[in-house]
């Protein structure tokens, strides 16, 4: 086409048409981004720059019966350096110091850090670990440390705070105390008192935007979506961590003499039900005995002959025996079905008593008893044990309950020697805590009550949320009739010659009790093993505890017998509570507010709300309460004792200066 003036002018109005129509669908464009998908590219923007970050609050402290802490949330702190935003002068004029400062806090030498520093500067790294878990006095030493005290931007000094579980009295009790762990689904995984109180410790998260600055760190917005979050609960248990401490090591010393695989012990107030203490070791891998498994509460075992004390109650509450009743044990030897039940007495012990028939711990005494008189009907024996609640879960606030079995005649299962078998502790199944509970309930003159952990859940010492009273399971279990006999019965276990826990006897102090030694895989006697029980109650004459000791697999060669593998256990912590504790002195009441305590907090708060910077007078309160107060104004708490405060180093009244650290000293 030749080039004319024409064609040239159609040309620059066909270009003109296309940049004006360009023109045209980039305002359209433009309008539409803005107008019609300005929401949608505004949301994905924030989503890049904003976040919604969760704020975790302070999970609450589970305390001892007398203020002791038992678990406790504490700010840990890991150090991180960013090399790279130092200035080249002063790393190389300071890094000398700080690798000196940092072997007197960390260990190692300061040549070994220095020349980790220069190699991490020299790889620019932007997050070289420097320390882990330290505490907040550390934290706040090291901020001012040479080039770290010159902050983040200048100094690369990066920190990252957690919160982690303490356990001040270390390992004793860990299985009771227990977790509570959230996985990334938020399903809690649930062990002891920090799982079933979970929803009382944990609180409330809160919640806040936060928007995305340099280097891909957060800030946070003041905008009025922040949710504060809400504290947790305060557990205040049954637990008395002097009976604990008795309780754990005079188990772990039994445990290591006979060499056993794993036992537990639960000493129990008898008027209450609470749980003044558990200990549940095994050994582990290694060989070493560790709280491994609640046994107490979860493992449901053949209680051997301290079911023979079930057995005995209903045949008094029958009136099918007396106590004075006579049974022919024979050689120590009779047979059911094939099956034979003999005594340790391969002798026999002739005639006797049913009472004494229980002491000597008979069982073909015992068993001849009831077969003589329920043989014909089982079913009115077992209805007698359903009536005394052995057939039902104790209902606890932990999770892992074993479930107990007490066969009827109408299971698949029943035979011609359930009845028999049943006498002596055999085919039933009870957990340790089950027959502590009723061996409890003989105690407490037949009133069967829950076992209870926990006291209280409370916001603080003034307000309660929720207070955790006894439970009644069956108001009388048995006349009281009954149980003065078989009150008699065991006292004369341990105090008669005869009685197999004689060995256990000591003129300084009464207690009542019942031996078993039960067989475990008796249908394999080349690997027969044993599980060694004593469980019981002191003092006779007014009963404050009772106790159940159960060790399994003892090693034979050394011993096996409840009487010479668990009783020494019962006794030892039965005479140091006698000795230890004032156990006739009335606890005080833990609800009982002190009105001298209460004024001078009152008087506090007024002060705090204007100032905040006030030291409170903390003397008289429970160390549970006056801890979190003096930690939440940002003093740094050290304790000495238990109990309450007696003491406390810094002046109240007196405005907070510089000094943070306060000591208490508890009684």
């Known amino acids: 086409m030749p080039v004319t003036e024409k064609n040239i002018l159609n ?100 040549a070994h850090h220095e020349s980790r520093l220069t190699k991490a500067r020299a790889n620019k790294a932007q997050f070289y670990s420097i320390a882990k878990n330290l505490s907040y006095a550390e934290y706040i030493r090291i901020r001012q440390f040479p080039i770290f005290k010159r902050g983040a931007n200048r100094g690369g000094f990066i920190d990252k705070v957690k919160t982690v579980r303490e356990y001040p009295i270390g390992k004793i009790a860990r299985r009771t105390v227990g977790h509570e762990r959230k996985d990334k689904n938020g399903n809690y995984t649930k062990v002891g008192l920090e799982g079933a109180f979970g929803k009382y410790l944990r609180g409330k998260e809160g919640s806040r935007l936060e928007q995305k600055i340099a280097k891909g760190q957060w800030k946070p917005l003041s905008n009025g979506n922040e949710l504060e979050p809400q504290d947790g609960f305060d557990i205040i248990s049954t637990v008395n961590v002097n009976i604990q401490d008795i309780a754990h090591h005079a188990l772990l010393e039994q445990l290591e003499k006979y060499k056993a695989d794993h036992g537990c012990v639960v000493v129990m107030e008898v008027a209450t039900g609470e749980i003044k203490a558990i200990s549940n070791l095994g050994r582990n891998s290694k060989g070493n005995y560790t709280e491994r498994l609640n046994y107490a509460v979860g493992e449901a075992h053949e209680p051997g002959s301290t079911f023979k004390l079930m057995a005995i109650v209903a045949a008094l509450e029958d009136k099918v025996i007396d106590s004075d009743y006579l049974v022919d044990t024979e050689n120590g030897r009779i047979i059911f079905y094939g099956e034979t039940v003999e005594d340790s007495n391969r002798r026999g012990y002739g005639t006797i008593t049913a009472s004494k028939a229980f002491e000597v711990s008979s069982n073909v005494g015992v068993v001849k008893i009831i077969d003589n008189f329920y043989g014909k009907n089982p079913k009115k024996f077992v209805d007698r044990l359903y009536n005394m609640n052995l057939h039902e879960p104790l209902g606890l606030p932990i999770t892992g309950e074993g479930k107990p079995k007490i066969p009827h005649p109408n299971d698949k299962d029943w035979s011609g020697i359930s009845l028999q078998w049943m006498a002596y502790g055999y085919g039933v199944l009870l957990t340790p805590l089950q027959t502590l509970t009723f061996y409890n309930a003989i105690a407490n003159d037949g009133e069967m ?6 006291k209280a859940v409370r916001e603080n010492w003034y307000t309660s949320e929720k207070m955790f009273d006894k439970e009644v399971i069956n108001p009388s279990i048995c006349s009281k009739e009954t149980v003065e006999k078989v009150t008699k019965m065991m006292q004369n276990v341990v105090e008669k010659e005869h009685g197999t826990g004689n060995g256990l006897y000591s003129p300084n102090f009464s207690m009542a009790g019942k031996t078993g030694t039960c067989q475990k895989n008796y249908a394999v006697k080349e690997e027969r093993e044993y599980i060694s029980t004593f469980s019981g109650f002191f003092p006779v004459e007014n009963p404050k505890y009772s106790c159940i000791v159960v060790i399994h697999e003892p090693d034979q060669k050394i011993g096996y017998y409840g009487a010479d593998v668990s009783g020494p256990v019962f006794k030892k912590i039965a005479h140091k509570i006698y000795r230890d504790t004032p156990i006739f002195d009335e606890v005080e009441n833990i609800a009982q507010v002190d009105k001298i305590v209460e004024e001078h907090y009152k008087a506090y708060q007024e002060k705090a709300i204007k100032y905040k910077t006030i030291v409170p007078n903390v003397v008289g309160m429970p160390a549970m309460d006056a801890i979190p107060l003096l930690e939440n104004l940002g003093l740094r708490v050290e304790i000495n004792g238990n109990g309450k405060v007696t003491k406390q180093s810094l002046e109240a009244g007196k405005k907070i200066g510089t000094e943070k650290r306060i000591v208490l000293e508890l009684s």
């Open 11 to 110: 040309r620059l109005y066909f270009i003109a048409g296309g940049m004006f129509l360009f023109a045209i669908a980039v305002v359209v464009k433009l309008v539409n981004v803005q107008f019609v998908e300005g929401d949608k590219y505004k949301t994905l923007a924030e989503e890049h720059t904003l976040r919604k970050a969760i704020i975790e609050p302070s999970r609450g402290n589970v305390y001892a019966d007398d203020g002791s802490l038992l678990a406790t949330s504490v700010s840990k702190y890991d150090i991180y350096f960013d090399t790279k935003t130092v200035n080249k002068t002063v790393f190389t004029d300071n890094v000398k110091a700080l690798a000196d400062s940092l072997a007197k806090l960390v260990g190692n030498s300061s």
């Open 449 to 454: 009550v829950r076992p209870r952990f926990v």
